[in-house]
């Protein structure tokens, strides 16, 4: 059993669901968890796991996670569950994101994706084989040129849509009413097909690969720099339902820690090796941070 500490870097700003959503729901999950065999506290000193739970908005090198108290004074008991698109892995933790080239098992592993915005027409609904096509995808074709590729092909048996000019405005900036036809055509969409194309976006992963699970299409991963994740991926009550989140992450934090080689300094050292190898996105990353809280985060 673990004692478990939920933060975010940005605790102390008003809230906002974009930016506290992760630890939000994390909490829910882990009030609702039907294992029981881990429990959340308020005291550090007290928790064998201290999760940061971020959506993107700590840096691309968790620079604003790295300057909170909790992880100056416990290093060791810290870990990063981050949704973020583009995010280097110099801490130890869960990213929905994560790439091949960046899989350590001492150090990282492939999480999901939490939003509070759930498209809610996103449904278990059996394959009636009555399905208009063989395979949906419904996407922007901003966010990577393999999307531009496959909203190009031309075939009946597919049902494409590009969104590029609906996408952002329905998922950050409209109200429940506008947003509510878009997500049904969505989730329609996906259910008058066979199979779910999930092609990558900014990000190596794809939410729809578990929007796909949830509903009980067969999903077809496009995206040749994702790093899978454990599990089984046709489970998605078993790994990734409000019921599982909370045990199933701080279960990969754990299996993270038994696996590491070595502690301490040299490891968090070692850790921080992507900073120099990125100068240019390091110092991106300190401008947005920069303009958004006005403060330098290192």
């Known amino acids: 059993m673990a004692n478990v500490v939920i933060v975010s870097s940005s605790d102390s700003v008003e809230f906002n669901p974009w930016i506290h959503g992760t630890t939000l729901l994390l909490r829910h999950s882990a009030d609702i968890d039907v294992f029981g065999e881990h429990k959340l506290v308020e005291d550090p000193k007290q928790a064998d796991i201290i999760l940061f739970g971020e959506m993107g908005e ?104 590009d969104t590029r000019n609906q996408s952002y405005k329905m998922h950050y900036e409209a109200g429940p009413q506008d947003r509510a036809p878009f997500y049904l055509e969505y989730a329609d969409a996906m259910a008058n097909a066979r199979f779910s194309l999930c092609p990558r976006g900014i990000g190596a992963g794809s939410i729809r690969l578990f929007e796909s699970m949830k509903m009980g299409r067969a999903c077809v991963i496009i995206s040749d720099a994702w790093q899978p994740n454990d599990g089984a991926r046709s489970e998605w009550e078993k790994w990734f339902s409000e019921k599982v989140r909370f045990h199933r992450v701080v279960e990969l934090c754990l299996d993270i820690r038994a696996a590491r080689t070595f502690s301490g300094t040299a490891r968090r050292f070692f850790d921080m090796r992507h900073i120099p190898l990125h100068p240019r996105l390091y110092l991106r990353s300190k401008k947005i941070l920069y303009r958004n809280h006005k403060r330098l985060y290192w």
């Open 58 to 161: 700590c840096g691309f090198f968790a620079e604003r996670v790295r300057a909170h108290p909790f992880y100056r004074r416990f290093p060791e008991k810290c870990f990063l569950f981050d949704s973020g698109d583009t995010v280097f892995p110099v801490m130890p933790g869960i990213y929905a994101s994560l790439t091949q080239s960046r899989y350590r098992r001492h150090h990282t592993r492939t999480g999901f994706y939490l939003y509070v915005i759930e498209n809610p027409f996103i449904r278990a609904q059996p394959i009636t084989g009555r399905e208009e096509y063989l395979a949906t995808f419904m996407g922007s074709s901003l966010t990577h040129p393999l999307r531009q590729q496959i909203l190009s092909s031309r075939c009946d048996k597919l049902f494409l849509k």
